[in-house]
Nanobody, 115 residues
Framework: QVQLVESGGGAVQPGGSLRLSCAAS????????MGWYRQAPGKERELVAL???????TYADPVKGRFTISRDNAKNTVYLQMNSLKPEDTAVYYC?????????WGQGTQVTVSS
C-alpha cells in the first residue's frame, strides 16, 4: 500500500517562499516518478513539477525559475521549494507518485498567496 504524507502548505504574501514536503511509504528507488500537481478553484488539476527515477525533471512554464523540486532518497521524500510566490500560485498542491503504470496521490495541502 502506497501512502503519501504531505506537509508545508500555508499562507504567504506575494514574493514569499514556502517548501512543501511529501514523504512516501515505499522506497523512492522503486518508483518511476514523483512530483507535484496543483488545482485552483474552478480549474483542472495541472502539473507543477515532476522528477523521474532517471533524474529527469519537468516544470510547468508558469513556475520555471521560481520553483525547485528535489528529493531525499534516504527519507523517501520529495520537496518543492517555491520562491517568488504569486497570487496565481494559490491552489491545493497534491503530491503524486507514479509506479508500475499506477498513480498515487497525497491528500493535498493548501497554498494561499495573498496580501
Amino acid at each position: 500500500q502506497v501512502q503519501l504524507v504531505e506537509s508545508g502548505g500555508g499562507a504567504v504574501q506575494p514574493g514569499g517562499s514556502l517548501r512543501l514536503s511529501c514523504a512516501a511509504s515505499v522506497s523512492i528507488f522503486t518508483i518511476d516518478a514523483m512530483g507535484w500537481y496543483r488545482q485552483a478553484p474552478g480549474k483542472e488539476r495541472e502539473l507543477v513539477a515532476l522528477n523521474t527515477r532517471g533524474g529527469t525533471t519537468t516544470y510547468a512554464d508558469p513556475v520555471k525559475g521560481r520553483f525547485t523540486i528535489s528529493r531525499d532518497n534516504a527519507k523517501n521524500t520529495v520537496y518543492l521549494q517555491m520562491n517568488s510566490l504569486k497570487p496565481e500560485d494559490t491552489a491545493v498542491y497534491y503530491c503524486i507518485l507514479k509506479r508500475s503504470s499506477a498513480n498515487y496521490w497525497g491528500q493535498g495541502t493548501q497554498v494561499t498567496v495573498s496580501s
